[in-house]
């Protein structure tokens, strides 16, 4: 009796261990373990496509101003990148390995909640699928709060024409040339995101992030006056 009683501890703690060990969301790299035995080294690795990270992955310290439309009162937003970076993930559920970028940004004129970091923007480009690059963008304030893989393109593509909107909800209205500061850019990618009482919209330029967008939260235009690219 005493020994079947040992037995069964044996097994609960180690049903404990293991299953701890078990959290689908963290990724595990090999040689790390992952239960009963490390993961084998991947089979391939995809990297975020070039093209897709020209539009929104910029060194940190880089920055953008912004003047609010539709106003009589000069009303501003100031977006900094305070923090980015890339990382190769690797978990049980695919042979591959995949790169994940990420962005923190800082808009003035949007603060987060009390609680959370304030203000910020999160910006993250993963490959989804291992076929497509998508860029998502979250917020715990009131700027894009829910922007969630709205713009993607082919993993390994470097041609304009195979951009994408990123889900359903997104739709690539055009990419006309946009005016800023008396030059002219040219394909320019302009979004919508959302359901139809309710969507965002963005325009995006490469090298240059976002030029404009219309946040539904609050029902504001905003559009780029000056930026500096680290």
């Known amino acids: 009796m005493k020994k079947r009683k040992h037995l069964l501890f044996l097994l609960l703690g180690f049903s404990i261990l293991f299953f701890s060990q078990?959290?689908?969301?963290?990724?595990?790299?090999?040689?790390?373990?992952?239960?009963?035995?490390?993961?084998?080294p991947p089979t391939d690795t995809f990297y975020v496509d070039q093209e897709l990270k020209?539009?929104?992955?910029?060194?940190?310290?880089?920055?953008?101003?912004?003047?609010?439309?539709?106003?009589?009162?000069?009303?501003?937003?100031?977006?900094?990148?305070?923090?980015?970076?890339?990382?190769?993930?690797?978990d049980r559920f695919f042979p591959f390995a995949w790169e994940?970028?990420?962005?923190?940004?800082?808009?003035?004129?949007?603060?987060?909640?009390?609680?959370?970091?304030?203000?910020?923007?999160?910006?993250?480009i993963g490959n989804s699928d291992a076929s497509l690059d998508r860029i998502s963008m979250t917020s715990q304030g009131k700027l894009f709060?829910?922007?969630?893989?709205?713009f993607s393109v082919p993993i390994d593509s470097t041609s304009m024409a195979n951009k994408t909107p990123g889900l359903i909800?997104?739709?690539l209205i055009d990419?006309?040339?946009?005016?800023?500061?008396?030059?002219?850019?040219?394909?320019?990618?302009?979004?919508?995101?959302g359901s139809p009482d309710f969507e965002d919209e963005i325009w995006m330029a490469k090298n240059i992030g976002l030029l404009k967008y219309f946040n539904a939260e609050d029902q504001t235009t905003w559009e780029l006056i000056n930026y500096h690219i680290n």
């Open 100 to 124: 994940a970028v990420g962005l923190v940004i800082e808009h003035s004129h949007y603060p987060s909640p009390p609680g959370f970091v304030s203000p910020h923007l999160s910006v993250s």
């Open 175 to 193: 990419t006309n040339a946009f005016h800023f500061n008396n030059n002219t850019i040219n394909n320019v990618v302009h979004l919508r995101f």
């Open 145 to 150: 709060p829910n922007l969630r893989y709205f």
């Open 22 to 40: 078990c959290d689908p969301d963290k990724p595990i790299l090999p040689g790390t373990g992952g239960g009963v035995s490390d993961l084998p």
């Open 169 to 171: 909800k997104t739709t």
């Open 54 to 90: 020209s539009y929104y992955f910029f060194p940190q310290g880089s920055w953008w101003v912004y003047k609010m439309l539709d106003t009589n009162v000069l009303i501003y937003d100031t977006a900094l990148v305070t923090a980015g970076g890339s990382r190769l993930m690797y």
